[in-house]
């Protein structure tokens, strides 16, 4: 089964230092991750996701996550915060080649702190 | 850019009421999803829906939900006899391929169902 643990619901950073905020997965054969944005009174959008290939991948916005398979993660990390990253994050997982959904992690609420 | 859009954006319905949520997935896309999100709390899968056919529901999706694509764009999501605890924003979403195939969902501003 997959689950996804996302550490720290809370996460408060300065503006313009690093944002670092964690992901882990549970699934029994390496899965295709995601991290999603969701804005005050909006929908969740795609900033990244991992499938196969290079383990360090670029999104929007100037956030980027990497996949290690031996720590079984999936950190988001943006080197500069900015004031409009604040927002709720998602880390989200589906299983290669079976199923039909995908597994999200509790969300972790980003404040950037001017 | 093409988007999934929902309506209504808020509902409010009594207890007991029956309430249908609709979405209008992104054209080319093959595969729609439910999610619902209670406040504060994680986002939970209901229902994926490929062929005509639900290809998968979560144990929330009970007999007391249902799924509908009508016609060639809309893609409804139907709540009988609503209940307080069914308060939540709804998501609508699509993708153009299967999620085990890598594809990303693309997601509704939501419906936020408020029971009284």
């Known amino acids: 089964a997959q689950s996804v643990t996302q550490l720290g619901s809370h996460v408060s950073v300065s503006e313009g230092a690093l944002v670092l905020l964690r992901c882990n997965y549970s699934?029994?054969?390496?899965?295709?991750l995601f991290w999603y944005v969701q804005y005050p009174n909006q929908g969740l959008q795609l900033l990244l996701k991992?499938?196969?290939?290079?383990?360090l991948v670029k999104g929007i916005n100037g956030f980027e996550a990497e996949f290690k398979k031996s720590e079984t993660s999936f950190h988001l990390t943006k080197p500069s915060a900015h004031m409009s990253d604040a927002a709720e994050y998602f880390c989200a997982v589906s299983n290669p080649n079976t199923g039909n959904q995908f597994y999200f992690g509790t969300g972790t609420s980003l404040t950037v702190i001017p | 850019e093409p988007e999934v859009t929902q309506t209504p954006s808020h509902q409010v319905t009594q207890m007991g009421q029956e309430v249908i949520l609709r979405c209008v997935p992104i054209s080319n896309h093959l595969y729609f999803y439910w999610y619902r999100q209670i406040l504060g709390q994680k986002v939970e899968f209901l229902v994926s829906?490929?062929?005509?056919?639900?290809?998968?529901k979560s144990e929330i999706f009970d007999d007391q939900f249902s799924v509908e694509r009508p016609d060639g764009s809309n893609f409804t999501l139907k709540i009988r006899s609503t209940k307080l605890e069914d308060s939540a924003m709804y998501f609508c979403?699509?993708?153009?391929?299967?999620?085990?195939?890598?594809?990303?969902?693309?997601f509704g501003q939501g419906t936020r169902l408020t029971v009284v």
């Open positions: 699934s029994s054969v390496p899965p295709y």
């Open positions: 991992y499938t196969t290939g290079a383990t």
């Open positions: 979403a699509s993708s153009e391929a299967g999620s085990g195939l890598g594809a990303e969902a693309f």
């Open positions: 829906f490929y062929n005509n056919e639900i290809s998968e």
